[in-house]
Antibody, heavy 115, light 112 residues
């Protein structure tokens, strides 16, 4: 069974940094691309970042480009999102998702950016 | 960026009756590889999103066959042949043809 478990969310001040992690199991991690999506409170879904299985291809949404960095450790079946220069509008539940088209999602981790 | 427009945004439905949600993109979603990367997601209250349909009309494993997707180019439809109580939630279309990937605003399905 595919399992994706996000962690690392919490309260951070504007301008601060946070690192999210996603532990993957139940599939051959290095053969799948991975994504981060987010959902602000009461709002719709937004794609954040994509990384291919070998990390050779990486893409970001316009709103996070230059501030967020997606990475993966295939030896540890782990996906990460380093978030710098956080803004109030980055407040959201962040989900990791498997596959190029988001076939499976984790339960999410809440990031709150507030002073 | 490709703008995805869904309608209606709210859809009250009667149990056992059909329901359709429409999604229109601001440009063609036909990829240079010939595929059309249009997905549909369901988000039940308090849950994570779940993909129902990928590449316009392919149903994900475990998705009931009352859900179907159709369309081409810029116009797409998600149809529920007979709505059940467990179908309540918000439905999103998402395009994965052009970077950045973008979602529709969501359609809230509720029981009348």
């Amino acid at each position: 069974e595919v399992q994706l478990v996000e962690s690392g969310g919490g309260l951070v001040q504007p301008g601060g940094s946070l690192r999210l992690s996603c532990a993957a199991s139940g599939f051959t991690f290095n053969t799948y691309s991975m994504n981060w999506f987010r959902q602000a409170p009461g709002k719709g879904l937004e794609w954040v970042a994509y990384i291919s299985g070998s990390s050779s291809a990486i893409y970001y949404g316009d709103s996070v480009k230059g501030r967020f960095t997606i990475s993966r450790d295939n030896a540890k079946n782990s996906l990460s999102l380093q978030m710098n220069s956080l803004r109030a509008e980055d407040t959201a539940v962040y989900y990791c998702a498997r596959g190029g088209m988001g076939a499976n999602w984790g339960q999410g981790t809440l990031v709150t950016v507030s002073s | 960026d490709v703008v995805m427009t869904q309608f209606p945004l709210s859809l009250p439905v009667t149990l056992g009756q059909p329901a359709s949600i429409f999604c229109r993109s601001s440009q063609s979603l036909v990829h240079s590889d010939g595929n059309t990367y249009l997905n549909w997601f369901q988000q039940r209250p308090g849950q994570s999103p779940r993909r129902l349909i990928y590449m316009v009309s392919d149903r994900d494993s475990g998705v009931p066959d009352r859900f179907s997707g159709s369309g081409s180019g810029t116009d797409f439809t998600l149809k529920i042949s007979r709505v059940e109580a467990e179908d309540v939630g918000v439905y999103y279309c998402m395009q994965g043809t052009h970077w950045p990937w973008t979602f529709g605003q969501g359609t809230k399905v509720e029981i009348k």
